[in-house]
């Protein structure tokens, strides 16, 4: 019985295989500029960890090669940090933009650049 729950135990220790965990890059935002803390990330999932310090809602959107697109985040109050995951498969440029308003216009972007895995 023992050595049976020890085998049960072993094997619930092993990871399951799942997707690998999304990587995080940080981001600011504020009136009219983001700043973002790692340019540079593998194609895959990235977690996006955006803190408001500005004073107006923000959001961001993510665009790419070929047209990508990915949902807009949640609008970020001044002071409050949203965690927005996105999954960037290609390589290549991608557009970090916040919608709100007039926003853009005023320089709300950044870039970031996906490699390969």
Same mark, same amino acid.
């Given at each position: 019985m023992i050595a049976a729950l020890a085998t049960a =135990?072993?094997?619930?220790? +092993?990871?399951?295989?799942?997707?690998p965990p999304a990587t995080p890059v940080g981001m600011s935002a504020r009136e009219y500029s983001f700043? +973002?803390?790692r340019t540079r990330v593998r194609a895959g999932r *990235?977690?996006?960890n *955006?803190?408001?310090f500005g004073e107006d809602?923000?959001?961001v959107q993510v665009r790419g090669p070929n047209g990508y697109r990915s949902?807009?985040?949640p609008e970020i109050e001044p002071d409050e940090t949203v965690s927005f995951t996105v999954r960037l498969r290609r390589p290549g440029r991608y557009l970090l933009i916040c =919608?709100?308003?007039g926003h853009a216009a005023k320089g709300m972007k950044a870039h970031i650049s996906v490699r390969r895995r």
């Amino acid at each position: 019985m023992i050595a049976a729950l020890a085998t049960a =135990l072993a094997f619930a220790a +092993v990871p399951s295989g799942g997707p690998p965990p999304a990587t995080p890059v940080g981001m600011s935002a504020r009136e009219y500029s983001f700043g +973002v803390y790692r340019t540079r990330v593998r194609a895959g999932r *990235i977690r996006l960890n *955006i803190h408001n310090f500005g004073e107006d809602l923000h959001d961001v959107q993510v665009r790419g090669p070929n047209g990508y697109r990915s949902s807009t985040s949640p609008e970020i109050e001044p002071d409050e940090t949203v965690s927005f995951t996105v999954r960037l498969r290609r390589p290549g440029r991608y557009l970090l933009i916040c =919608l709100q308003p007039g926003h853009a216009a005023k320089g709300m972007k950044a870039h970031i650049s996906v490699r390969r895995r």
